[in-house]
């Protein structure tokens, strides 16, 4: 089956860390840009970070460009996204999707995404 997995949210306290991972199976990862989005309850959808498929290309949002860093592992089928200095509006539902390329909103030419884990940033 073709699919994508997220895991490792969980809840922290701002200032805190976490490791997001996105693991594909079914399908080659390398041949697609991965990107990660999220979604708070009553917000709208909003890219977070993408990857190029041979991770030479990185790209973030203006809201965690400092903070969060996206990378991949190919030979291990994963996408992390290591967030430092959490806060409170990061809080939300983050998902992992597959992609040709980089789009202009990151998510927006996904042709794939997961089930999304949540991350919940309070103390």
């Known amino acids: 089956q073709v699919q994508l997995v997220e895991s490792g949210g969980g809840l922290v306290q701002p200032g805190g860390s976490l490791r997001l991972s996105c693991v594909g199976s079914?399908?080659?990862?390398?041949?697609?840009?991965i990107a990660w989005f999220r979604q708070a309850p009553g917000k709208e959808r909003e890219g977070v970070s993408c990857?190029?498929?041979?991770?030479?290309?990185?790209y973030y949002s203006s809201s965690v460009t400092d903070r969060f860093t996206i990378s991949r592992d190919n030979r291990k089928n994963t996408v992390y996204l290591q967030m430092n200095s959490l806060k409170p509006e990061d809080t939300a539902v983050y998902y992992c999707?597959?992609?040709?390329?980089?789009?202009?909103?990151?998510?927006?030419?996904?042709?794939?995404w997961g089930k999304g884990t949540v991350v919940t940033v309070s103390s």
């Open positions: 999707g597959r992609s040709p390329a980089c789009g202009k909103y990151f998510y927006d030419r996904m042709d794939l």
């Open positions: 079914g399908f080659t990862l390398d041949h697609y840009a």
């Open positions: 990857i190029s498929s041979s991770g030479d290309r990185s």
